[in-house]
């Protein structure tokens, strides 16, 4: 249910009085409309048929004892994620599924697993503290993520341990040796962790008198950085999302770069041209799920086919576009090389070379993927793109 400036509210009984709250979720979930109360007397298995059932557990006890209780319905669900995979690696025996097949099960397992754990709600005081025992100060953690409050509200723990999270990311930083120096990522905004792509901007050489350039959706501002440090002196960065902005700029100010960097808020290009445009599309074609995941599904490729069409029209003579994405989506079966190929040539564009690079996180060599057939031959290439 939703109040008449838009916020969502979720509601419950206690006491014997009609109560509700403010609901909070950066992932998008409804407020849930199952609610009851539940407290340190609260077992497990209780409070996972409860989750199953999708009725949210609204937490009256020990701050520490809910993390634990998290803890085991994480056990609880990845076991039964286990018992479907083996269940799945049975039946796959006797009919393969595609890659395709796969990586849709696999999202929706993800998004069923996260929909249940999200059933477990803490309170919040207007101030972003928590009113429970043993709860930790996460007033500073909470306005980096959702800003000022003005009114108590109710939020999941397992969105709260991950605001926790980006708030020592956004201190501690992401080294980058390209810079030699460290990024700050916000809550909400994609973390430079995958650093084969920053390298492939740091090394790819750039065009002949090259001194102005774009980077189309900047998020945390690392590539606008990097461009800077390579000499370019007029870097304009882009992006619609106003955290990404403020992140980049910090950023930026950061590392000294205020003077080489400009931060503008567009869809996709400025109306000026450049001498290199690059671009760091989301890699897979698909609906995000949460606000976080823009940074990885781009609907219907539109922020790629987006960039490819108006490429052209943004470029200085003798300028180049680079466009770093990962061929996963091919092996995945969600686009083809045909595909990315045709619609460059429908941009006007050509295919001047390809640096490309293959990825070291983790996943890459991690046999028990759900994907791992296709994240073993995935590779990152950075596309240098001219004008016809």
Same mark, same amino acid.
């Given at each position: ?29 409804? &407020?849930?409309?199952?609610?009851? /109360?539940?407290?340190? +007397? ?8 409860? &989750? ?35 269940? !799945? ?10 890659? +395709? *097949? ?17 059933? =477990? ?26 800003? %000022? ?5 109710? &939020? ?20 980058? %040796? ?33 001194? +102005? ?13 990097? =461009?800077?440090?390579?000499? $370019? ?14 992140? &980049?700029? !910090? ?10 960097? *400009? ?18 599309? %989301? ?9 976080? *995941? ?9 922020? $790629?086919?987006?960039? $490819? ?5 943004? /470029? =200085? ?5 680079? /466009? ?9 079966? /969600? ?24 990825? +070291? ?20 290439? =950075? ?6």
């Amino acid at each position: 249910m939703t109040t008449s400036d838009g916020a969502a509210r979720i509601h419950w009984t206690e006491n014997g009085e009609e109560r509700s709250a403010r609901w909070r979720s950066e992932s998008g979930w409804p &407020a849930p409309k199952k609610v009851v /109360l539940a407290d340190d +007397t609260m077992n497990a298995d209780t409070a996972w048929r409860f &989750a199953l059932d999708g009725t949210a557990l609204l937490w009256r006890g020990d701050f520490q004892n809910a993390r634990q209780l998290l803890q085991a319905l994480v056990r609880r669900v990845d076991g039964k994620s286990e018992r479907n995979k083996r269940a !799945a690696k049975a039946k796959a025996a006797k009919s393969a599924p595609t890659p +395709t *097949e796969l990586f849709h099960r696999h999202r929706l397992a993800q998004l069923q697993r996260a929909r249940t754990l999200a059933m =477990l709600l803490i309170p919040f005081d207007a101030d972003h503290g928590i009113p429970l025992r043993r709860a930790p100060d996460v007033r500073e953690a909470c306005l980096e993520a959702y800003g %000022p409050a003005d009114e108590p509200y109710v &939020a999941s723990l397992r969105e709260l341990l991950g605001v926790i999270g980006a708030h020592e990311w956004r201190r501690k930083g992401v080294f980058i %040796p390209a810079l030699d120096e460290r990024i700050h990522p916000w809550y909400g905004v994609f973390s430079p962790v995958r650093g084969e792509y920053v390298e492939l901007v740091a090394q790819a050489p750039l065009p002949p008198g090259a001194t +102005t350039a774009f980077d189309i959706g900047t998020g945390t501002g690392v590539l606008a950085a990097v =461009l800077a440090r390579r000499g $370019l002196q007029g870097v304009l960065a882009t992006d619609m999302d106003e955290r990404a902005l403020g992140c &980049a700029r !910090a950023n930026i100010e950061r590392l000294g770069l205020a003077g080489q960097v *400009e931060l503008v808020k567009t869809d996709l290009f400025p109306p000026r041209r450049a001498s290199l445009v690059v671009c760091n599309p %989301p890699w897979l074609p698909g609906k995000p799920s949460s606000a976080i *995941e823009y940074a990885v599904y781009d609907p219907d490729s539109r922020m $790629l086919k987006g960039f $490819l069409a108006g490429l052209k029209d943004h /470029l =200085l003579d003798g300028g180049e576009g680079w /466009l770093i994405v990962s061929d996963l989506a091919e092996h995945l079966g /969600l686009r083809s090389r045909e595909q990315l190929l045709g619609w460059i040539s429908d941009a006007g564009l050509v295919v001047a070379g390809r640096h490309d690079i293959r990825p +070291t996180h983790p996943k890459a060599s991690d046999a028990d993927d759900p994907l791992a057939q296709a994240r073993m031959r995935e590779v990152t290439s =950075l596309w240098r793109l001219r004008a016809q």
